[in-house]
């Protein structure tokens, strides 16, 4: 399952920060899974071994002779290509992979094997081969632990720059940047107060500078302490301490809630509904529940 923080990924970083309104623990989303889709880190175990032997001269002239053929390179490392620029040969796209086949690192080129486009479903073969059934637009992203996900669009400008095309809806499409900047796809606006909308295993999070679907990597509830923007139960933002009457932790779930009602729609004690987003424009209202600024 795909756990996100706000310094990006589970196996990128392991501190909270703090940016955004309402002092969320954000993070760009989407981090990389393992081939069967499962929680992922990157491992290194800074061994060395020497391998290397004493030769007699019989097996140096083997080497030395034109029939030799020199050990195949197993290394994982591909040349790199632009997720903005799609600067791969025809046939081909540029795509996030990893280079130890647990959360993406890298780019590299790969076959397009499909033609599924934007929102169609899809199958992704893991990050070491990051290989999809997905048209040359776009990846499969938000895959479970079969490979099975959705397709979005690769997002287009550039890093500095990104952007989506327009489309209709509460949020629209905002570009979703990780990993280093090994992954930028486009991604849906979500309703924080219809959480259903997602569907099933998924919740509405605030990421980036947006509401936007994505796995829920656990169901922490309101009032408990987290560490993940998609630790929460649905229904929650993972928020700092600070921001709450009473947190044992760096940070903790507050349930997101409807403005402008007449009564509190805040279930813990301390709490009201503040608007936590009105400098953030073209998104779906919503309140969090947090102590009265």
Partial sequence: ?????????????????????????????????????????????GTSTDTSTSTDSSS????????????????????????????????????????TGGSWDA????????????????????TAAGTD??????MCFNTDQDGAGTCHSFCIGSVDSPTCPEVEGCGGLSCLIGGDSTVAVCVPGCDALDQESCGEGMGCYWVNANFQCVFAA????????CAF????????????????????????CAEF??????????????????????????ICAAGVCMVEP
């Fill in 1 to 45: 399952m795909q756990r996100i923080q706000y310094l990006f990924a589970l196996s990128f970083a392991l501190g909270l920060s703090a940016c955004g309104p309402a002092k969320v623990v954000d993070d760009p989303v989407g981090t990389g899974t393992d081939e069967a889709g499962d929680e992922s880190t990157s491992t290194d175990s």
């Fill in 60 to 99: 140096s002239e083997e080497e030395d002779s034109a029939d030799f053929i020199p050990p195949e390179d197993t290394g994982p490392w591909e040349d790199p290509c632009d997720l903005f620029e799609q600067d791969c040969p025809e046939g081909e796209k540029c795509a996030p992979y990893s280079t």
């Fill in 107 to 126: 780019t590299k080129c790969v076959p397009i094997l499909g033609d599924q486009a934007e929102g169609e479903p899809c199958t992704y073969d893991g």
């Fill in 133 to 138: 059934d997905c048209d040359g637009t776009g």
């Fill in 218 to 225: 656990d169901t922490i509830p309101t009032g408990q302490p």
């Fill in 229 to 252: 923007v998609n630790d929460c139960a649905p229904g929650n933002l993972c928020v700092n301490a600070e921001e709450l009457p009473s947190c044992e932790g760096d940070a903790c």
């Fill in 257 to 282: 809630c409807e403005l402008g009602l007449a009564e509190n729609p805040c279930s813990q004690d301390g709490t009201v509904c503040v608007d936590a987003f009105a400098e953030v424009e073209d």
